[in-house]
């Protein structure tokens, strides 16, 4: 199992006939973490004609609210943007302030989403992998390569120089056994890694965040 989300916290502004979008959206470890970010925002933009909304989780957790615009302009364009991206674990507000020109649904719809896409386009993406812990002591020789080797299958998470050149890194859950392997041939099966627990690690992948590391 693996899942994308946000890091931190991003804002855009979009501007389209006069009325001012205000789009922010925030990576969130729980539903009730994204709820208390919709009413910080809400509260920070009070003045503001709307304060529309998406929050989902992995879980299956989600709500969204139109917050006076007309029904299905608003909240859902935001929440289906959002999924489109392949996000999760987030919470999205956009915030609009009235030009005095009306958009129309379909205006008003467009606008939304357009928010809701830019601000997800420019926040930093994290991916969250289902995985075995692990480490590994190598002679100092052989650090970079099994660095190497490790990173190309899973991520290395620490390392520890103290008494050699220990590693610690996390694997995709199921691939314990290529790990094991790798290891053992690039150390002519001189070092034993020793397994941890099981759970969601992000990965390192600039494809989702423009070449950053």
């Known amino acids: 199992m693996e899942y994308l989300t946000v890091e931190g916290t991003e804002e855009i502004r979009y501007e389209i006939k006069k009325s ?42 989600q709500k969204f609210s139109d917050d006076g615009e007309p ?22 507000v956009v915030t609009r302030y009235f030009g005095g020109i009306k958009l129309g649904a379909s205006g008003l719809t467009a606008s939304y989403a357009e928010s809701a896409s830019l601000v997800a386009d420019k926040a930093e993406k ?13 002679e100092y ?18 390392t520890d120089f103290s008494s050699g050149a220990k590693i610690y890194f996390a694997v995709p859950a199921g691939e314990e056994e290529k790990a094991v392997g790798l290891i053992s041939a690039l150390t002519a099966g001189k070092a034993e890694i020793s397994f941890g627990e099981t759970k969601f690690i992000k990965y390192t992948n600039s494809l989702f965040n423009g070449g950053k590391k």
């Open 71 to 92: 029904q299905g302009t608003a909240g859902q364009p935001i929440l289906q943007t959002l999924k489109r991206k392949g996000l999760t674990d987030v919470a999205c």
């Open 141 to 158: 020789a052989l650090y970079r390569p099994t660095v190497d080797k490790l990173n190309a299958l899973g991520t290395v998470t620490g």
């Open 20 to 61: 001012v979008f205000i789009a922010r959206l925030k990576g969130i470890t729980s539903f009730e973490e994204g709820t208390e970010f919709v009413k910080r925002t809400a509260k920070e933009f009070s003045d503001a004609t709307h304060n529309c909304y998406a929050v989902t989780t992995r879980n299956g957790e």
């Open 126 to 138: 994290a991916l969250y992998k289902e995985s075995r812990t692990g480490s590994v002591e190598v």
